[in-house]
């Protein structure tokens, strides 16, 4: 017989299993480097023959790469893909999108390209415009429903099946480029989604599975890439940690961690990946007390009996910001990120306290380690 969750054996180490709804991700997911090359297949599979290809203008070469795979089943390219997904970018792309009759959608790229993406097949009527996702970071958004559409500067964020990509290509091949600060930071960005993952309200097993495979996986991979960028395998671990860690996001609610990223970034415009792999370990800390199922499964990911020092360590040891200063907050944001982030009550297994957030943030803006 297997072991179950309530073996004598397995007490205190498994996950708990209680109620839960379980939803699938529909994505297909071709996976390996070079699996670019099925590319044309998958767009034949999804039924299209008119894709509009999507990119920022730092990777319109590998835009064109995917536009001459495609050959005669490329409609066009669109190339001016941009963080946050601006209303006007969406705008300008949802109409060439219905000028040149196209019926899928390729974003290649980050999460700045795939929110495109799944901006454009919001408005489409349902079905009509599935999006092919080829990531280059590790965002993980290609695993979600979540779009977020940027408009005089606020950015307002939903949930529609819609824009969910029915089918990602992971290639590691073209993750090579992506500078290592980006790499590091975008990877720290994909723990933290498996990290909060782990004490979601709405949390379950096998969203606790993928989270601890998905930060094992990044936590051993990203050392590696730090130190060989071009090392294919080290990339290959990378990406799949990534994936499993967007499938977490996709799943299940985030509490503190996001939501005080969320505040930051948008108040003080930090940067999304770095602010993230900077609060991280501070969150983490913090919740602590409340999450004793999540630390055993972060210990045993991270190989440490203290995963929040673990997670502010690993992120020095890649060379990622350590400190909200350096990111460009001013050191007077901090009470005001602590008024925004107590103010508007949400779900956090640790309740929300004013002066424990004030010194979270302290730690966090000074680049301490975790209290
Ligand atoms: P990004 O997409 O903004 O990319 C950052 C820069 O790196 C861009 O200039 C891009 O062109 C470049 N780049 C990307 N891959 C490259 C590569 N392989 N080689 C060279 N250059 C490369 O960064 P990101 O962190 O992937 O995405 C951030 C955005 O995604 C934010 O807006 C965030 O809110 C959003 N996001 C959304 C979700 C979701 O589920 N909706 C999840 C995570 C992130």
């Not at 000028?99 to 700045?112: K, N, Q, W, Y």
């Not at 990602?168 to 073209?174: G, H, N, P, S, T």
């Not at 939501?259 to 370990?281: D, I, M, R």
């Not at 890649?318 to 909200?324: D, N, Q, R, V």
Request: proline share 7%; hydrophobic share 45%.
């Amino acid at each position: 017989m297997l072991p179950g969750p309530n073996d004598k054996k397995n007490a205190g180490e498994s996950f708990p299993v209680n109620e839960f709804t379980y939803l699938g991700t529909a994505a297909r997911v071709i996976f390996g480097a070079g699996s670019l090359r099925h590319l044309e297949r998958e767009i034949e599979l999804l039924g299209a023959s008119r894709a509009l290809v999507l990119c920022t203008p730092g990777q319109v070469g590998m835009a064109q790469d995917v536009a001459q795979r495609l050959g005669a089943r490329t409609a066009g390219l669109f190339t001016q893909a941009a963080m946050h997904v601006p209303i006007e970018t969406a705008r300008a792309a949802r109409a060439q999108a219905r000028e040149l009759g196209a019926d899928c959608v390729v974003a290649i790229g980050g999460g700045s390209t795939i929110g495109l993406g799944k901006a454009i097949a919001l408005e489409a009527p349902a079905g009509s415009l599935p999006v092919l996702a080829i990531p280059t970071t590790y965002s993980g958004s290609e695993m979600t429903s979540i779009y977020g559409i940027t408009e005089a500067g606020v950015k307002k964020t939903g949930k529609d099946p819609r824009v969910l990509p029915r089918t990602v290509i992971y290639d590691a091949e073209l993750t090579l480029s992506l500078p290592v600060g980006l790499s590091m930071t975008s990877g720290l960005n994909a723990m933290a989604h498996s990290a909060e993952g782990l004490y979601a309200q709405d949390g379950n097993p096998i969203m606790a599975l993928l989270a601890e495979e998905g930060i094992r996986a990044l936590a051993a991979a990203l050392p590696r890439v730090a130190l060989h960028p071009q090392d294919i395998d080290a990339r290959s671990s990378a990406q799949y940690g990534a994936w499993l860690c967007g499938i977490v996001l996709g799943n299940v609610g985030m509490a503190l961690h996001h939501k005080l990223c969320h505040t930051l970034g948008g108040s003080f415009n930090l940067p999304h990946a770095e602010t993230h792999a900077v609060v991280l370990p501070h969150a983490i800390a913090y919740n602590a007390p409340a999450i004793p199922a999540a630390l055993a499964v972060l210990r045993r990911a991270l190989g440490r009996d203290d995963p929040a020092r673990a997670l502010f360590d690993l992120a020095a040891q890649l060379g990622a910001p350590t400190s909200l200063a350096a990111l460009g907050m001013p050191a007077e944001g901090i009470e005001r990120a602590a008024d925004l982030a107590t103010q508007n009550p949400y779900w956090n297994p640790r309740p929300i306290e004013r002066a424990a957030i004030t010194e979270l943030l302290q730690h966090a803006y000074n680049g301490q380690a975790p209290a």
